[in-house]
């Protein structure tokens, strides 16, 4: 079985030739497929390029990136944005909620361009995260909590099979940290692989593994149990 | 999903939206004005131009041979061979008789009034003043067989005083102000002049005001190099020079000329005016074109997180383009249907106060403004376009959108 995501000597440099700046040095890191993989690393450590290259927003100017089986470095722009719309589900700290646009708009959105806009499935996706009853509002009639899963139900709308999460819990308060997490632990029972990026220890200690990054390499890469959902730090 | 995402763009940002429709109706509303004046108004200012004069004189072909000084013909008026006026009704079998705003067919002659000799010129006195609209005239312009007359206001004979023209009586009904040789002349019927001269049935030349078509280079080519499709053109064309042709082809033993500095200064005029209503309507196209980028852009840059996230979740390039597109045609077709509708009001009106003319609806318009506005629109967006094309849907990842 092919990993989830495959990166061979990746390197990523920005800026023009005579003043390049190496966001990513001769990264190797293998995911299997069903792991919780949590990104950790101070500012402007290459979480975010690295993130971008496995989302498919980006390509690599070494190395080679495999997501789900399937080389993806040399893909045209048109094949990554359709690739990331097959395989990759995007959750961000700001949410990136269409703001003219219903809960259950913003969830269709998704559909539409991956697909066709099924208005059941859609309803049933903000059902599933808790949020049935608030189909109808726009971003700006719910809380940050509400409108971080309506982008859960965003980015499972289409089943992919890699969820790319960049700070999920960073603009949430315990209570709704507490039930994003829980979704996400329920992607991952379901199979799901899924990217984390975060900051935070007791957050990250919800991953089965946990990498750290430092000036764009991989500093540490260990593998660790999850902790049980409902016992995620209170103290930090 | 695409119709639901379009319409709630435009309710959710109705304020923005609104604006830039009405800057779109505004610069549609003028070119359709523009348009609808040009269209209608061809004739009309034609007409109006015709006030400076007759453009067209009818005179015998065995008068003396043609006297000119920088177009402008010098031969003496009283003297030469003389026309049939039963010839007459023929110019009303002439191709172009509609063209024809008035005939003034004339005949002077001399008097002594007072101790001096006076011109008296006859005319159709109807003829002669739809020929000059812009004479003064105190009093009353004499009915056709009249004996009444127009005394020039150097005459000093008031109105209502009884004058003799060679034996025979005549009142005079008005006195006459033209700034020209009229004001030292009477000014008669031309049964009463015919009399007078002793040549009953009979005028020296005519004055000819026709609706014409400024003179371009086709019309000045030579008939010689002309193929027969192309002489019918020329022959169907209103140019001074064909109704001036026709006109001397229906009056045995005329020539008809054109009065060249008249008939020029009307192509001038109506030459600049139609290209100044041209530049109105583009300049009022490209106001449009700036006003549907200027919304377009600034709808970009605001929603640059939205394009983002849309790229991120999937979207083409050719999606959020035919996204913005659609926005941008509807903004387009919106205010050019709104705008073409202000704007016939906006001719009506100009050609009403300004021209005194009142002038139809052109419906047929409806469809090319439309056509024009959807032009406009896809102008106007395609930079926007290149824009939202060029965000990068990683923006949206860092949170930087």
């Not at chain 1, 764009?216 to 409902?230: C, F, Q, T």
């Not at chain 2, 304020?15 to 509303?29: E, N, Q």
């Not at chain 2, 009309?44 to 006030?51: F, K, M, P, V, Y």
């Not at chain 2, 040789?181 to 005519?206: C, F, M, N």
Request: proline residues 5%; glycine residues 10%; hydrophobic residues 50%.
């Amino acid at each position: 079985m092919p990993a989830a995501i495959a990166l061979h000597n990746v390197g990523k440099v920005y800026g023009p030739e005579r003043s390049q700046v190496a966001a990513l040095q001769g990264v190797d890191l293998e995911v299997a497929a069903g792991t919780w993989l949590a990104l950790m690393g101070p500012s402007g450590s290459g979480k975010t390029t690295l993130v971008n290259l496995i989302g498919c927003l980006d390509q690599p100017s070494r190395g080679t990136v495999a997501i789900d089986g399937t080389d993806v470095t040399s893909f045209s722009r048109r094949q990554l944005t359709r690739f990331r719309a097959e395989k990759i589900g995007f959750i961000f700290q700001q949410f990136h909620l269409v703001g003219y646009l219903t809960a259950l708009e913003n969830v269709m959105l998704a559909q539409h361009f991956h697909s066709l806009a099924d208005e059941s499935e859609a309803r049933a996706s903000l059902e599933h995260v808790g949020l049935g009853d608030r189909c109808d509002h726009l971003p700006a009639q719910l809380s940050g909590g509400e409108q971080q899963r309506v982008c859960i139900a965003r980015a499972l709308i289409n089943d992919p099979k890699i969820i790319l999460a960049d700070e999920p819990t960073g603009n949430l308060d315990e209570a709704n940290e507490r039930i994003v997490m829980g979704l996400l632990a329920d992607a991952h029972r379901a199979g799901r692989t899924i990217v984390m990026v975060t900051h935070d220890p007791a957050v990250a200690c919800l991953a089965t593994r946990r990498i750290q990054l430092r000036h764009g390499r991989i500093e540490d890469s260990n593998v660790g149990k999850p902790l049980a959902i409902g016992v995620v730090p209170q103290q930090r | 999903m695409f119709v639901r995402i379009l319409k709630q763009s435009f309710h959710r940002q109705r304020r923005r939206k609104s604006l830039a429709a009405l800057a779109v109706i505004a610069g549609m509303a003028v070119a359709s004005a523009m348009l609808t004046l040009r269209v209608n108004l061809g004739d009309d200012l034609s007409a109006e131009l015709r006030h400076i004069g007759a453009n067209i004189v009818i005179s015998p072909a065995a008068d003396s041979l043609p006297i000119t000084l920088d177009g402008v013909d010098l031969r003496p008026a009283g003297s030469g061979a003389l026309l049939d006026e039963r010839d007459l009704p023929a110019v009303k079998t002439i191709f172009w008789r509609n063209n024809i705003i008035a005939l003034a067919p004339i005949l002077d002659t001399q008097v002594v009034l007072n101790g001096r000799r006076v011109e008296v010129e006859g005319a159709y006195l109807e003829a002669l003043r739809r020929l000059n609209p812009a004479w003064s005239v105190a009093g009353a312009w004499p009915a056709g067989d009249s004996d009444g007359v127009l005394a020039g206001r150097h005459l000093g004979a008031p109105i209502g005083s009884r004058i003799s023209l060679a034996g025979r009586p005549a009142v005079v009904t008005g006195i006459v102000a033209t700034g020209g040789a009229e004001d030292g002349e009477i000014i008669a019927p031309l049964s009463l002049v015919q009399t007078i001269a002793g040549v009953p049935g009979k005028y020296r030349e005519a004055l000819v005001s026709a609706v014409t078509k400024p003179e371009d280079a086709f019309a000045r080519r030579s008939h010689a190099s002309m193929t027969m499709a192309e002489m019918d053109r020329w022959m169907c064309s209103p140019y001074a020079v064909t109704i001036a042709q026709q006109l001397q082809e229906a009056l045995p033993g005329s020539v008809a000329t054109v009065v060249r500095p008249v008939a020029d200064s009307e192509g001038v005029i109506l030459s600049q005016l139609r290209l100044l209503l041209w530049f109105i309507t583009l300049l009022a196209l490209a106001a449009s074109g700036l006003a549907i980028s200027g919304a377009m852009t600034a709808s970009v840059l605001e929603r640059r997180g939205e394009i983002a996230l849309m790229k991120a979740v999937g979207a083409q390039d050719s999606a959020i383009g035919a996204l913005f597109f659609s926005e941008a045609a509807l903004l387009g077709l919106g205010g050019g249907a709104v705008g073409y509708l202000l704007g016939e009001w906006l001719a009506t009106a100009i050609a009403y106060h300004v021209l005194g003319h009142s002038i139809a609806w052109k419906p047929a318009l409806a469809p090319l403004m439309l056509v024009l506005a959807a032009l406009v629109a896809l102008a106007g967006s395609l930079h926007p376009l290149r824009q939202a094309i060029r965000v990068e849907p990683a923006v949206a990842l860092r949170g930087e959108a």
